[in-house]
């Protein structure tokens, strides 16, 4: 499975991750061959890449950290939670409204994530979905679930903070959308807006059966930071609350490797430097760490050029090796094929090392 931009996908390749729209609707099913319409249908919801099917990964197995039914499942109810509170005067029965249902995806979601045996964070994991705010939601919600089991949390705990990831940011709705959706920067009236999220969705959600004031905290801190540079009241350290700063962390993450309108995603191992390099000034060092065990630098698919020259496709991840992928040499030095490619497992390997990331339209 490789990563294609849309206006590099051709009829004849088969798609291998599902895709969802807006609203957690199925655009495209695995392992369908696509044809001229999906891609002009697919341009046109906004999906600007594909994961296709590669022979030059034969064996690799992608495993997605949830299903896509339960993906889709949450996006849904995310979805219709933001589009029924989205009113002049909302009312927090809409949510409790939904109650039996939040509670129903957050176990289903913790079980799943919980029964693979290898959760690595590969960003195909979190993308080809549309609509920013939902697949965000379903996102942050996984991500810290991972996080904090990574750092022995009980299971109580794990649905707490997966409702209140999942809740984060339903206060955007207090947002008006032309400054939601603004492609430049933001005037200090505006991020002043902004910055109300957080309080407007901590007592949108205290109002309601599902109030726990551990899921509050979640939803009013999110964007604390370590050193007091967050808002909406400057807390420092462990002022915040142990489950917020984890949520911080994903939202961030999550928030880097997503396109923006002002911006394009940053590549894994970007959004994985920027993070180590945010620990202590804005984050939780040990939550940083947590998060390192659990993600991929170089996804599937990434074509890597190593330190000795030689290139080749990412075909494997394992939990705690962030930048030690399995490759499969394809190119030496000069990108002339490899007469015996062959895996190279980098966390097995003292000498060698991913270099860089390499233009993959060689790869075409």
């Given amino acids: 499975m490789r990563k294609v931009d849309i206006s590099k996908v051709e009829p004849g390749m088969i798609n291998k991750k599902t895709v969802l729209g807006f609203l957690g609707q199925v655009l495209l099913k695995t392992d369908v061959e696509i044809n001229p319409r999906h891609i002009y249908y697919l341009k046109q919801m906004g999906i600007d890449y594909l994961y296709i099917n590669d022979s030059r990964m034969s ?10 039914e339960t993906r889709s499942e949450g996006q849904a109810l995310i979805a219709g939670l933001i589009r029924d509170l989205d009113s002049p005067a909302p009312n927090p029965k809409v949510i409790d409204s939904r109650e039996k249902d939040i509670k129903s995806f957050v176990e289903k979601m913790i079980k799943e994530l919980l029964n693979n045996r290898n959760p690595v964070i590969q960003i195909s994991d979190l993308r080809a979905y549309a609509g920013y705010l939902f697949a965000h939601s379903v996102n942050c919600s996984l991500i810290s679930v991972l996080i904090a089991s990574r750092m022995n949390y009980d299971m109580n705990t794990l649905k707490l903070i997966a409702t209140g990831a999942f809740l984060h940011d339903i206060g955007y709705i207090s947002i008006p959308r032309m400054i939601l959706h603004k492609p430049g920067s933001l005037t200090e009236k505006e991020f002043e807006a902004v910055r109300e999220h957080a309080r407007f969705g901590y007592g949108l959600f205290r109002k309601t059966k599902l109030f726990s004031e551990r899921v509050a905290e979640i939803i009013l801190q999110h964007h604390e930071r370590s050193l007091g540079q967050g808002y909406p009241r400057g807390l420092k350290g462990k002022e915040i609350s142990a489950l917020a700063r984890i949520v911080a962390v994903a939202d961030v993450f999550d928030a ?55 290139s080749g496709l990412v075909v494997s991840n394992r939990v705690g090796y962030a930048y030690q992928p399995v490759v499969r040499m394809l190119f030496k030095k000069d990108f002339t094929p490899h007469p015996a490619p062959y895996d190279l497992d980098l966390a097995r390997n003292d000498y060698m090392s991913v270099a860089g990331v390499a233009d993959d339209s060689i790869l075409a």
């Fill in 59 to 68: 064996g690799s197995v992608f495993k997605e950290l949830i299903s896509s």
């Fill in 256 to 310: 880097i490797t997503s396109d923006k309108s002002y911006r394009g995603a940053y590549q894994a191992h970007e959004a994985v430097g920027m993070m180590q390099s945010w620990s202590g000034d804005y984050f939780d060092p040990e939550i940083i760490d947590a998060l390192m065990a659990v993600v991929a630098a170089y996804p599937l698919g990434s074509f890597v050029t190593l330190n000795n020259g030689e």
